[in-house]
């Protein structure tokens, strides 16, 4: 978003009375959002940070059904995020797209052939998956050939289903922009300092603009709080003697070349200490994960501690033992912290997905735990409750049938990226690229390339032209400020294209400070951030 349409944002922020006010810029409050904002009502979003900047980044980047909740008898939340998947699918098909997954098994494992089978199959009617996406069952000599590297002592077979993978951040930016489009105004870079009460109600809530540097206050007639893993620093805000709702618990992953670890299929497989983890082929790369560790550390920028490394490591080579990766086989990684609620004397892997909301005397309304993939139905639970409050019925929620910005059919995908290479590749776009801008910003890439037509003539050199009309595009519609918001979650590349970040982000800086009218300090300082996120996600203490 440019400089002028935050400013006008900011006046609306201030002048209007909003129905609903949702503190919180990752999946669940921007599904708020945009499920308020198609019913009707008035939405303003304050994001404290960068939107995705927590949770919905840092995630296993999957929209998968919870196979392992079964082991706990959650049969509700298996059945309801289960069935979402396919409804995500449809809504933002160049985001979210299926993906076979092997589920290799071992004699004395954490899961037998048996139950394996059983658990697949009241996974696949509990979940609805369509007749060609159920599990099959492959024997041991089955599965050694369909993954050559495998581990295969004890080897008793191995299921294939279907998974959904996803870029995470880029599913909360297209859910964003479409409560945008439907008339939610939506800001980043808003910190939520306190409450104003009247008759002991919640009226407006004060932000600090950290772009502006100056509070505002923003009245609404209802509060809701999706702050992800600073729900209970919300709630204390409100009420300085709050109780604990959640459990942090961290989880981290590892990104690797394809070419150091090759494989065929996403693999979901036992650590051999009772938990699970994905290896999990994305283009070029390889990703590893994820750890479940309690956590009590800044909530804002965990760490990946060699540790966590060391663990991952020694469960992906205990898998493929022809392998033998080390820390130096590492490019980058990622940590992220899951706002799980609190049970008692339960350990990380023990404690429930489900989500919760609560409400507190003076009307702030908190939703916390849940996954990314149940987040439109976390959203429908929400806003179902303020509708009811403010209009005495829930009325309907839409978003189960809204396509989300950006959006192409399956279908379509291959002749849309066929079409626009045949257009782009006058100003420089290679194949690759397309398919990389197709499948990050879907229909919306024709802008992008539209703007690198106007910098034909001026930006000659075509590696920055193509960089230049990327960041004009997210700048004027996807609300970056810096560098930072652009390489990690507008685009993923700091995980997964380092070397491009490397390469690029000292002009993206410039161009960036030139479409914002920046100051030097400022330029300096986003420069410096990024530079200790680069080195962060190769550090391992």
């Known amino acids: ?90 809504l933002a098909p160049h985001l979210v797209r299926p993906v076979p997954m092997l589920l290799p098994v071992y004699r004395n494992g954490s899961l037998g052939r048996w139950s394996t089978t059983l658990a697949l199959s009241v996974y696949d009617r509990l979940a609805g998956v369509k007749k060609q996406e ?45 409560a945008s489009g439907a008339g939610a105004v939506c800001l980043n870079y808003m910190l939520v300092k306190d409450f104003v009460r009247e008759n002991n109600r919640l009226s407006a809530v004060l932000a600090d603009d950290l772009i502006g540097g100056k509070m505002i206050t923003v009245r609404g007639k209802l509060v809701v709080s999706a702050a992800g893993p600073w729900v209970d620093e919300i709630r204390r805000i409100e009420n300085k003697s709050s109780d604990k709702k959640l459990q942090l618990t961290k989880g981290v992953h590892l990104v690797l070349k394809a070419e150091r670890f090759q494989i065929n299929y996403p693999v979901y497989a036992d650590v051999g200490d009772g ?45 493929f033992p022809k392998q033998h990766l080390t820390v130096k086989d590492i490019i980058s990684s990622w940590a992220g912290v899951r706002p799980l609620l609190f049970e008692e004397g339960k350990s990380p892997s023990e404690l429930s997905r489900r989500d919760e909301i609560w409400e507190t005397s003076s009307g702030l309304i908190s939703i916390a735990g849940g996954k990314l993939t149940g987040y439109r139905t976390m959203a429908k639970e929400v806003v ?16 189960e049938s809204l396509l989300l910005d950006g959006y192409v059919s399956e279908q379509e995908l291959e002749a849309l990226i066929t ?35 106007t910098l034909h003539q001026e930006v000659k050199d075509q590696e920055k032209r193509i960089l230049q009309a990327e960041l004009m595009y997210c700048v004027q519609f996807e609300w970056v400020r810096n560098i930072s918001d652009f390489f990690i979650r507008r685009t993923g590349m700091l995980y997964f294209d380092r070397q491009r970040v490397l390469k690029q982000y000292l002009p993206a800086a410039e161009i960036i400070a030139e479409l914002l009218d920046q100051q030097d300090g400022q330029t300096r300082e986003d420069i410096a951030f990024l530079e200790a996120a680069l080195s962060q996600a190769v550090t391992f203490n």
């Not at 995020?81 to 396919?86: F, S």
């Not at 179902?384 to 005495?392: A, C, I, Q, R, S």
């Not at 100003?427 to 992008?448: A, C, M, N």
């Open 1 to 90: 978003m440019s400089a002028n349409s935050r400013e006008q944002s900011i006046e609306k922020l201030e002048s209007e009375v909003f129905d609903l006010v949702v503190i919180g810029g990752g999946i669940t409050g921007a599904g708020i959002a945009l499920d308020a904002a198609s019913r009707g009502l008035s939405v303003a979003l304050l994001e404290k940070y960068d939107f995705a900047g927590g949770t919905s980044s840092r995630s296993t980047k999957l929209i998968h059904g919870g196979l392992r909740y079964l082991k706990q008898l959650e049969l509700g939340l298996v059945r309801k995020v289960g069935r979402e998947r396919a409804v995500i699918h449809r």
């Open 419 to 453: 079409r626009l290479k045949g257009e782009a590749s006058q100003v420089g776009f290679s194949h690759e690229e397309i398919r990389r801008l197709v499948f990050t910003y879907g229909s919306e890439t024709e802008l992008i390339i539209e703007q690198a037509y």
């Open 384 to 399: 179902d409750k303020v509708m009811f409050k403010l209009t005495g019925s829930k009325s309907v929620c839409k978003t």
């Open 134 to 178: 159920r599990f099959k069952w492959y024997g041991p000599k089955e599965v050694a050939n369909m993954e050559p590297g495998l581990l295969t002592d004890e080897l008793q077979g191995g299921a294939v289903y279907t998974e959904y993978r996803t870029d995470d951040a880029r599913l909360t930016m297209a859910v964003l922009k479409s």
């Open 275 to 319: 938990r699970m983890f994905f290896i999990i082929p994305r283009g070029n790369r390889v990703y590893i994960g994820t750890t479940d560790t309690l956590y009590a550390g800044p909530t804002e920028n965990p760490q990946v501690t060699k540790d966590d490394a060391d663990y991952l490591l020694a469960a992906a080579n205990r898998l």
